[in-house]
């Protein structure tokens, strides 16, 4: 049992680790594919790079899922992504076990996994019923071959993948200022609503001799 990439989306898969690796900077990118069994292994094709994170994070809002094209194979089962690190992270565990390619473990049934590590891919397999199930299943080509290199720079440069990974890291970078200022706008939500009334005359306010001892 291995994981094996459709020739085309190696090569749509490996432009993508070259338009975000550059001399001072590697992105993070994720997204989803079609996935099939075929002769006990697993035939990934018709990728979609969904996202170009930061140098350690990568989040594509679920709404892009329905905006998605009709999967070809009818079997959207992949989630991929690009990360620094050589194995499988916290957040790509609770990822790939509570919200499946964007979707509900137990209407998903199972789910495959595939990150590209500074060592090449790895792959995951995931049972969710009736209970979790997991395998670790290898990639037929961890890394790609000096064809698929030749071809991928062609697609790259077609495709102007350079520009398309600054335009949805700014598009990035913007979704997490609004997230951060949405969360610090709540914050300070609370805080308002513990506070509100302490101009009351009856608001509890301690007593001089209470305050006293305080300072004692």
Same mark, same amino acid.
């Given at each position: 049992?291995?994981? #094996?990439?459709?020739?085309? !989306?190696?090569? #749509?898969?490996?432009?993508?680790?070259?338009?975000?690796?550059? =001399?001072?900077?590697?992105?993070?990118?994720?997204?989803?594919?079609?996935?099939?069994?075929?002769?006990?292994?697993?035939?990934?094709?018709?990728?979609?790079?969904?996202?170009?994170?930061?140098?350690?994070? !990568?989040?594509? @809002?679920?709404?892009? #899922?329905?905006?998605?094209?009709?999967?070809?194979?009818?079997?959207?089962? *992949?989630?991929?992504?690009?990360?620094?690190?050589?194995?499988?992270?916290?957040?790509?565990?609770?990822?790939?076990?509570? !919200?499946? *390619?964007?979707?509900? %473990?137990?209407?998903?049934?199972?789910?495959?996994?595939?990150?590209? !590590?500074?060592?090449?891919?790895?792959?995951?397999?995931?049972?969710?019923? %009736?209970?979790?199930?997991?395998?670790?299943? %290898?990639?037929?080509?961890?890394?790609?071959?000096?064809?698929?290199?030749?071809?991928? =720079?062609?697609?790259?440069?077609?495709?102007?993948?350079?520009?398309?990974? =600054? #335009?949805?890291?700014?598009?990035?970078?913007? =979704?997490?200022?609004?997230?951060?200022?949405?969360?610090?706008?709540?914050?300070? @939500?609370?805080?308002?609503?513990? &506070?509100?009334?302490?101009?009351?005359?009856?608001?509890? &306010?301690?007593?001089?001799?209470?305050?006293? &001892?305080?300072?004692?």
């Amino acid at each position: 049992m291995k994981i #094996i990439f459709e020739p085309q !989306t190696e090569v #749509i898969l490996t432009a993508w680790v070259m338009a975000t690796r550059t =001399r001072d900077f590697s992105h993070e990118f994720s997204g989803l594919a079609d996935v099939v069994r075929s002769n006990g292994n697993f035939l990934v094709s018709a990728p979609h790079v969904m996202d170009v994170g930061s140098v350690g994070y !990568t989040e594509f @809002d679920p709404d892009k #899922i329905i905006q998605l094209p009709a999967s070809e194979t009818g079997s959207r089962r *992949c989630w991929f992504h690009k990360h620094p690190i050589t194995g499988w992270s916290g957040t790509d565990m609770f990822t790939m076990t509570h !919200t499946p *390619c964007g979707g509900i %473990p137990e209407i998903m049934q199972w789910a495959l996994a595939i990150v590209h !590590t500074p060592m090449g891919w790895i792959g995951k397999l995931s049972f969710f019923v %009736p209970k979790l199930v997991q395998f670790d299943v %290898p990639v037929e080509h961890r890394t790609p071959s000096n064809e698929i290199v030749k071809l991928a =720079r062609v697609y790259k440069k077609e495709n102007n993948l350079d520009s398309l990974t =600054r #335009i949805m890291y700014a598009d990035f970078e913007k =979704r997490m200022y609004e997230q951060r200022h949405r969360e610090m706008a709540s914050y300070f @939500d609370e805080d308002e609503e513990e &506070l509100d009334g302490w101009d009351d005359p009856e608001y509890d &306010l301690p007593s001089s001799r209470q305050m006293e &001892l305080s300072r004692e």
